[in-house]
């Protein structure tokens, strides 16, 4: 059964960086998409980030282009998002997530999602 377990959230000033971490375990990954997803207070769940496990092609929502940079360690069977010049609209619960093919569209469904890890950025 896959797993998902996030880690690496925090309070963190704007400006601020700060490295999610997403452990997979259940099977091998190649041939599946990790995705991560935040969900701030009040508002819709939103794409934030996809890789291709295999591959590693990524795709990014423009909100977080050019300051988040995600990545797997397939020999750790772990995903990161490194969050860089945080902004307080950034502040959410943030997702891991897997699905079967290799989709990195923001719209694709995703079969497994992990608990979720809250990012505090304050102004």
């Known amino acids: 059964q896959v797993q998902l377990v996030e880690s690496g959230g925090g309070l963190v000033q704007a400006g601020g960086s700060l490295r999610l971490s997403c452990a997979a375990s259940?099977?091998?990954?190649?041939?599946?998409?990790m995705g991560w997803f935040r969900q701030a207070p009040g508002k819709e769940r939103e794409f934030v980030s996809s890789?291709?496990?295999?591959?590693?092609?990524?795709r990014y929502a423009d909100s977080v282009k050019g300051r988040f940079t995600i990545s797997r360690d397939k020999a750790k069977n772990t995903m990161y998002l490194q969050m860089n010049s945080l902004k307080p609209e950034d502040t959410a619960v943030y997702y891991c997530?897997?699905?079967?093919?290799?989709?990195?569209?923001?719209?694709?469904?995703?079969?497994?999602w992990g608990q979720g890890t809250q990012v505090t950025v304050s102004s």
């Open positions: 259940g099977r091998t990954f190649d041939g599946y998409t």
């Open positions: 890789i291709l496990w295999r591959g590693g092609s990524t």
């Open positions: 997530a897997t699905r079967v093919g290799a989709v990195l569209s923001p719209t694709a469904d995703y079969q497994y």
